[in-house]
């Protein structure tokens, strides 16, 4: 087994891959919601998801890239 943290780091990265569907270093607003509901979170209002997708897309692009999106763990 390699050193403590690797085995986060690679589920973080996966994990990264689920949302980022064109694996192109970040994803837009439409594949967060995609992920996030494929993963059977219930959201009553999209105005909240776009409210927690902003506070994470922290550079302002309208995409969250990989730093932003561990920032979220």
Same mark, same amino acid.
């Given at each position: ?17 689920? =949302?980022?569907?064109?694996? #192109? ?7 967060? @919601?995609?992920? /996030? ?15 927690? =997708?902003?506070?994470?897309? #922290? ?7 990989? @730093?932003?999106? /561990?920032?979220?763990?």
């Amino acid at each position: 087994k390699g050193p403590a943290g690797s085995d986060e780091s690679l589920f973080l990265t996966k994990t990264f891959k689920f =949302f980022d569907i064109q694996n #192109k270093g970040s994803c837009t607003f439409d594949q967060f @919601k995609r992920a /996030i509901t494929k993963v059977g979170v219930v959201v009553d209002e999209e105005a909240d998801l776009e409210t927690v =997708f902003a506070y994470y897309d #922290k550079s302002g692009d309208s995409r969250i890239d990989y @730093k932003e999106f /561990i920032a979220m763990f």
